[in-house]
T-cell receptor, first 115, second 113 residues
Framework: EPEVTQTPSHQVTQMGQEVILRCVPISNHLYFYWYRQILGQKVEFLVSFYNNEISEKSEIFDDQFSVERPDGSNFTLKIRSTKLEDSAMYFC?????????????FGSGTQLSVL | DAKTTQPNSMESNEEEPVHLPCNHS???????IHWYLQLPSQGPEYVIH???SNVNNRMASLAIAEDRKSSTLILHRATLRDAAVYYCILSHFFQSGSEKLVFGKGTKLTVNP
């Protein structure tokens, strides 16, 4: 079965530094997402992206966060100035069809640790 | 966001059926019911989804109450590999066509050999 690929699997950074988390969604998928999960907590929606623009975002996704699909295959999440509370597992997901409740395919995640 | 209620944990024995319940009394007419599972240190993985009718796939069955206020995920013969956290989720669709899945705490399923 096709899969969503995320790199790196682990990222350690200093507080205040910029990080970019990378994802390769399933080719020919149209909708792209970032979710995160703080250790021991629920999986939380961050943002959805369609047609080269953000379609929806949560209140977590403030102006420190940005997403981009720079080359038609990669989908990135950038955190401009990381905070300790950004430490979490970040999951990328993608979906194919525009309508019809197709399933989301999630990647294995990037564990971000902010020191 | 419409909420779901699940037991925190359940236990089963290997090769026995497992019924994982979910209550979603505030479900709206257009909400689909999704189930995902999550293994430790892995991303969520799709199990099954439905709207009104019961659904079967190679992984599981989904039984949806007639009033749609509850549903049950059925694993017909539990294996050790089925041990995971199972999330019952109502998908919320936006006008753009995208949606967000609102995860709860899920049910941690333990399968005993």
């Amino acid at each position: 079965e096709p899969e969503v690929t995320q790199t790196p699997s682990h990222q350690v950074t200093q507080m205040g530094q910029e990080v970019i988390l990378r994802c390769v969604p399933i080719s020919n998928h149209l909708y792209f997402y970032w979710y995160r999960q703080i250790l021991g907590q629920k999986v939380e929606f961050l943002v959805s992206f369609y047609n080269n623009e953000i379609s929806e975002k949560s209140e977590i996704f403030d102006d420190q966060f940005s997403v981009e699909r720079p080359d038609g295959s990669n989908f990135t999440l950038k955190i401009r100035s990381t905070k300790l509370e950004d430490s979490a597992m970040y999951f990328c997901a993608s979906r194919g069809a525009r309508q019809g409740n197709e399933k989301l395919f999630f990647g294995s995640g990037t564990q971000l640790s902010v020191l | 966001d419409a909420k779901t209620t699940q037991p925190n944990s359940m236990e089963s024995n290997e090769e026995e059926p497992v019924h994982l319940p979910c209550n979603h009394s505030t479900i709206s007419g257009t909400d689909y019911i999704h189930w995902y599972l999550q293994l430790p240190s892995q991303g969520p993985e799709y199990v099954i989804h439905g709207l009104t009718s019961n659904v079967n796939n190679r992984m599981a069955s989904l039984a949806i109450a007639e009033d749609r206020k509850s549903s049950t995920l059925i694993l017909h013969r539990a294996t050790l590999r089925d041990a995971a956290v199972y999330y019952c989720i109502l998908s919320h669709f936006f006008q753009s066509g995208s949606e967000k899945l609102v995860f709860g705490k899920g049910t941690k399923l333990t399968v005993n050999p």
